[in-house]
């Protein structure tokens, strides 16, 4: 029994147990793991990537990491000094990340919270952490009441770069500070400090569109730069293996199917460098884990953009103020640390109790919204269905009309009749419809919208058959077939580039479609109609062509309704959305790259923010759809054999 107690002191220390028989009395953090069995490199390392105070988040790091091939890797932790606000002041930087970042989409400001940097990043080997975590203390010990706050901010701004710069004698009494610890670093960690040369400031945005800047510059202004605020020494780390990678968060989990793929938990973090991608297949990406420390590859669509700070470990923060500081490294720091990590949601979390959860797929939080705030529009745009000639070959209508123009079902996957043609079958060969399984796909949209208490105000539709059976499976689905119909807008047409031969599809005119029953609203009258679309039109006649008719089904909706969903082809969850964000166009090869990532029934949302005239994409009400494929199967070939 004796035995089982010490264990338990070891594994988990409390404050009350140095008053407690048979306990480790004078042993550290690194000493009980030590005791446990693990390596001495092991433990420093599981310390420092955790910040170092809490023995059961090292036991958890060194369990996940067990076959982590960099486990043993020498190579340190890279760390950097800044100055956190705190206070009121932080309630309204964090207040403007939060609604610039809505308003006007992240920029690079947003990879990294409200911060003064200090000092250049550095690096320290694990066995001299502590040492060096002594050193930031004992600088503080020194300054500590000398440093007034809150500190005189003024407020600069131009064309691409925002932000709060220190006034200049102030900046010299930081610019000492962070010389002391420098020097206090060098003499008991034996590592090489660069403090910060240039002028101090906090960085509230840049590299933002020139479109955001008047928005971007009435939020800063209504900053408060004299508010209350104790400015907090911390020190962080980050792993520099991956230092120019891209940091991308696990929205939901999966399980390898494959042994080159890797295992996904919802929460964790994924660091993906373009330069590996060569080995991914479209619609894959190739990253490590920051759970795990395992690299495979993974879907892309199970992971969503996180910012760099994310993963970064804190090691220590400590006021200025003659009192005690309020946190030490590994605990909470004004509710954005835990476990001596950045908080998953950094902003999120101090305006928003609901994302400490940290867990929740990010469409949660949308739903959520969208019902708070019914009065703003939105606009959803959605790829049509699984096509026939895709799943059966270009050669199908051949294959499934005999020469009497009869249509013949010849697999499941086929729907059991289509619409006559004034034209001909043959019409079919450019203006394919959806297979059964295309039709489902789209009704199981239509019903998750309506379990998220979603309703369509309008829906518009390209011209091609495939959308507009979509369309109608996804009204199906929302029980709304009755009463809302599809307007057929030939100027949602795809890139007339992508179509072969020297003419346009014959499409079914509206009074056929009715007559197939479809919905749709034959006094609808188009803003560009079939006479204004031409053969292989340029890049950005196309992109053109797509801004203009999105911005005039937008003003045609205003005020009518809250909802609009637009369902037509791959290239038009970019085309409709770029623009109306205030975005300039890709290049034509960056827009095909994006567009050959977009499933079938790809799904996307904006929101129109405020009364700003700005949209901004934000998480869709519903799940994606993902599903695998199903090859064409021969009974006869496959087990008839000799």
């Not at 007034?148 to 610019?175: N, R, T």
Request: charged share 20%; hydrophobic share 35%; proline share 6%.
């Amino acid at each position: 029994m004796a035995a089982k107690e010490d264990l338990y002191a070891k594994v988990t220390p409390r404050r009350q147990r140095q008053n407690r028989p048979n306990t480790i009395k004078h042993g550290s953090t690194l000493d009980v793991l030590l005791s446990m069995g693990f390596p001495r490199t092991r433990a420093l390392k599981a310390l420092v990537s955790t910040g170092g105070k809490n023995v059961q988040a090292a036991c958890d790091w060194l369990f996940s990491h067990l076959d982590d091939p960099f486990l043993d890797d020498p190579l340190p932790r890279e760390y950097v000094l800044y100055l956190r606000p705190s206070g009121p002041l932080l309630q309204q930087l964090t207040h403007f990340w939060k609604q610039s970042r809505l308003t006007c989409g992240k920029n690079k400001a947003h990879n990294i919270f409200p911060h003064i940097t200090l000092c250049q990043f550095f690096m320290c080997a694990d066995e001299k952490v502590e040492a060096l975590t002594d050193a930031l203390q004992t600088a503080v010990s020194k300054w500590k009441g000398r440093i007034p706050m809150p500190l005189p901010l003024e407020l600069y701004i131009s064309s691409s770069f925002i932000g709060l710069f220190v006034e200049e004698q102030m900046a010299d009494i930081l610019k000492s500070f962070a010389a002391d610890f420098a020097t206090e670093a060098t003499s008991k960690a034996d590592v090489h400090v660069e403090p910060h040369k240039k002028q101090l400031h906090v960085t509230m945005a840049y590299h933002f569109h020139a479109n955001h800047l008047p928005v971007l510059e009435k939020l800063a202004k209504s900053i408060d730069v004299a508010a209350g605020c104790d400015w907090l020494a911390v020190l962080l780390s980050r792993d520099i293996r991956f230092a120019n990678h891209e940091t991308l968060q696990v929205m939901y989990p999966y399980v390898p199917q494959n042994d080159d793929e890797l295992e996904l938990l919802q929460g964790d973090f994924i660091f993906m460098s373009p330069v590996e991608q060569s080995t991914a297949s479209e619609g894959w990406l190739y990253g490590t884990s920051l759970g795990t420390g395992l690299s495979g590859l993974l879907p892309e669509n199970y992971v969503s953009r996180a910012d760099e700070s994310d993963t970064w470990v804190v090691h220590g923060s400590h006021s200025f103020l003659n009192c005690a500081s309020p946190s030490t490294s590994g605990s909470p720091v004004g509710g954005l640390l835990f476990d001596g990590q950045l908080n998953d949601s950094l902003l999120d979390s101090l305006m928003d109790p609901s994302s400490l959860t940290g867990l929740c797929p990010p469409m949660q939080v949308s739903r959520a919204a969208a019902h708070s705030s019914s009065s703003k529009m939105r606009l959803f745009v959605c790829r049509h269905g699984e096509r026939m000639d895709v799943v059966f070959g270009k050669h199908w209508v051949a294959q499934c009309f005999d020469p009497k123009g009869g249509y013949i079902r010849s697999n499941l996957n086929m729907p059991c009749s289509l619409p006559t043609r004034s034209g001909g079958h043959r019409d079919y060969e450019k203006d394919c419809p959806i297979t059964v399984f295309g039709s489902t796909q789209a009704r199981l949209v239509g019903e998750a919208l309506l379990e998220s208490n979603t309703t369509i105000d309008f829906i518009y539709c390209s011209p091609s058959l495939r959308c507009i059976q979509t369309a109608q499976h996804i009204l199906q689905g929302l029980q709304q077939e009755a009463k809302t119909k599809i307007r057929v807008e030939p100027g949602l047409f795809e890139w007339t580039k992508w179509v072969s031969g020297t003419s346009l599809p014959a499409w079914i005119p509206p009074t056929e479609l009715v007559a197939a029953n479809l919905s749709v609203d034959t006094t609808y009258r188009p803003h560009i109609p079939v006479s204004k679309l031409t053969v292989s039109e340029s890049y950005d006649t196309y992109i053109s062509r797509s801004f203009q008719v999105t911005r005039e089904i937008l003003t045609e909706c205003k005020n009518l309704g809250n909802t609009v969903l637009i369902v037509a082809h791959a290239s038009s969850l970019e085309a409709c959305t770029r623009q109306i964000q205030g975005l300039s166009p890709q290049n034509s090869k960056d827009f095909v790259q994006v567009v050959r990532k977009i499933p079938y029934l790809g799904f996307c949302a904006c929101e129109e923010m405020g009364e700003t005239g700005v949209w901004q994409l934000v998480d869709p009400p519903i799940l994606p759809l993902t599903h695998g494929p199903n090859h064409s199967f021969n009974w006869r070939e496959m087990l008839m054999q000799d």
